[in-house]
């Protein structure tokens, strides 16, 4: 397998490194900016705009992967709420081009996507589910998915998760378990929703299921995400009791109060069933993964 990540500096791409170096496969880290990934030797990394397709040619046909991992896209729902051509341009034309050069050289396209395609009036979401999103961001990953679901090479799978979250070098956003320990240990105020459903996704849970798919050569829609669904309240107050802090700064609040550009689904979360059994993905709970946060923090 030669593996070729795209989104290296983002959470999940750090991850996929780590992974590859850890079980000495053969990878090249690829992103939009220089390596800010420290732990990324520079020798395993090559700057590459997924927006510019001769600069895909040339970075494909000098590393010639068998395997592409696409986690590289605009990932702030709101800015691309805001932003609709941008969002466009870099979550499904992109996609579009580096499946279009995936196909010239046979490799396996492997596309990162989320719950925020359902509208999440229902949760529990199955990968035969059909998708109904609510926002630009959600609606720009369907048209992603869209692609490798029209095509007549099924030689790709997607890969759809949930609020990843976990420790990485010099990122551009926090997330929310990072930004909880820190708050709650600091005693700083916290403005959180109780009226949004999730599956809080491990980043290196995930990273193992997105190279099983691989590993295994397995084609279509793979689910992947935490085991638990919880309110988004819940995840800061389980994260308290882990740590035995106090939740008095934490103050409880309606999305509607948030005035944020976008919508979000109210309750996702998906059924692990087909991952469980045919990949035998097997994520951590919160807790689990809180013990092994806190050594790397
Ligand atoms: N994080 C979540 O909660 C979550 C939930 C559901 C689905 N997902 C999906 O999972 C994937 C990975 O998410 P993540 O949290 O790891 O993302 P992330 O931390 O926001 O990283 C995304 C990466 O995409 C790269 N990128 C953006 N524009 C690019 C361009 N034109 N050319 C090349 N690279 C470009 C950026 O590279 P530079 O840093 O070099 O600029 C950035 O590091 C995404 O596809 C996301 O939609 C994430």
């Keep these: 397998m030669k593996i070729l990540i795209t989104g290296s500096n983002g959470l999940l791409g750090q991850k996929i490194v780590k992974l590859c170096l850890k079980r000495g496969d053969d990878f090249l880290a690829t992103s939009a900016g220089d390596n800010r990934n420290i732990d990324c030797p520079n020798e395993f990394y090559q700057t590459m705009d997924i927006t510019n397709q001769e600069n895909i040619h040339a970075v494909f046909n000098s590393f010639k992967p068998t395997h592409i ?5 605009l990932t702030n729902v709101d800015y691309c709420e805001l932003n609709p051509e941008e969002c466009h341009k870099v979550n499904v034309s992109a996609t579009q081009l580096l499946w279009d050069e995936a196909q010239k050289i046979n490799a396996h ?17 199955k990968e035969t589910d059909i ?12 048209d992603a998915e869209n692609i490798l679901l029209n095509s007549e090479n099924d030689n790709w799978s997607i890969a759809r998760t949930i609020i990843v979250y976990g420790t990485a070098n010099n990122l551009s956003r926090t997330n929310i378990v990072l930004w909880s320990i820190d ?3 600091n005693g700083s105020p916290m403005k959180i929703i109780n009226d949004q459903f999730r599956m809080p996704t491990w980043a290196e849970d995930l990273a193992w299921g997105c190279l099983e798919i ?10 992947l995400c935490g085991p638990e669904l919880m309110a988004v309240n819940e995840i800061v107050f389980r994260i308290a009791k882990y740590l035995g802090k106090s939740t008095d700064n934490v103050e409880i609040i309606s999305s509607a109060t948030l005035s944020q550009p976008a919508k979000r689904p109210p309750r996702t979360g ?3 069933s087909k991952s469980r059994i045919e990949l035998d993905y097997n994520p951590k709970t919160l807790e689990q993964t809180i ?3 806190l050594t790397e923090i």
């Design 69 to 73: 991992i696409h986690t590289a896209a």
């Design 270 to 272: 998906f059924d692990l």
């Design 214 to 223: 691989c590993k295994r050569n397995k084609k279509g829609i793979f689910h």
């Design 183 to 185: 708050a709650l240990t």
């Design 131 to 142: 998708p109904s999103a609510v926002s630009i961001y959600g609606q720009s990953k369907v």
């Design 109 to 125: 396209f492997q596309l990162l996507s989320t719950d925020f395609i359902f509208d999440g009036l229902i949760g529990n979401y």
């Design 291 to 293: 013990e092994i946060l």
